[in-house]
């Protein structure tokens, strides 16, 4: 049961132009959404937060969207550089507890490889 | 994630060997959660463990896996008797509080079940 899906197993972009990455989820549970980079032989390094209550989220290059409604979020990132090549993987957790006070796993989605060109 | 640390970054074991799989989580936190990426898929999670204690194990696969945070120490992951499919690249990353603060991941062990 794939809760958190990324549709998309690559995309090409060329380099100063928008990356928009997608992620699509099924459990309306899930209140808090990650977006995470991961180069090869590398662990996942940490881009970007949002939480159910908010719509946008906004880091430098990269700005995160959330559509509760429609259970989907995005990753943009503007402009784009050659060395955000990378696999990125876009994460959801839920409260572990009813008071919603503690956290837990994280679910995956398959990931998206972006390739920059120069 | 360059504080995470994890050990071996890869081992290779002949099937029915047992495989540890060491996690020192960033300093200062003392949550640690284990997560298992087979080829072309995304990260599954496995176990949340605080010190000396297992929170979430729902992940983890009925037999042969098991994972500790002792007192004194790094987070171990063990599979005995390993198989072919066993073979993936296992992630730990740590969190100061059990909140929705960020995990922060180690660089990973691969281990190749020959």
């Given at each position: 049961d794939q809760q958190v899906k990324q549709n998309s197993p690559s995309l090409s972009v060329q380099e100063g132009r928008i990356s928009i990455l997608n992620c699509d989820y099924?459990?309306?549970?899930?209140d808090y959404f990650l977006w995470y980079k991961k180069y090869p032989a590398e662990g996942p390094t940490f881009l970007i937060s949002i939480s159910s209550i908010k719509d946008k989220n906004e880091d430098g290059r990269f700005t995160v969207f959330l559509n509760k409604s429609a259970k989907h979020l995005s990753l943009h990132i503007v402009?784009?550089?050659?060395?955000?090549?990378a696999v990125y993987f876009c994460a959801a957790t839920r409260p572990a507890n009813a008071g919603g006070t503690s956290y837990g796993k994280l679910t995956f989605g398959q990931g998206t490889i972006l390739t920059v060109h120069p | 994630n360059a504080g995470v640390m994890q050990n071996p970054r890869h081992l290779v074991r002949r099937r029915g060997q047992e495989a540890r799989l060491r996690c020192s989580p960033m300093k200062g936190h003392s949550h640690v959660y284990w997560y298992r990426q087979l080829p072309e898929e995304g990260l599954k999670f496995m176990v949340y463990l605080q010190k000396e204690n297992i929170?979430?194990?729902?992940?983890?696969?009925?037999?042969r896996f098991s994972a500790e945070f002792p007192k004194e120490g790094p987070s171990i992951l063990r599979i005995q008797q390993?198989?072919?499919?066993?073979?993936a690249a296992y992630f730990c990353a740590s969190s100061?509080?059990?909140?929705?603060e960020t995990q922060y991941f180690g660089p990973g062990t691969r281990l190749l079940v020959l």
């Open positions: 099924t459990n309306s549970m899930f402009p784009s550089q050659p060395g955000d090549s | 929170i979430d194990e729902s992940g983890m696969p009925k037999e390993v198989v072919r499919g066993d073979s100061k509080r059990g909140t929705r």
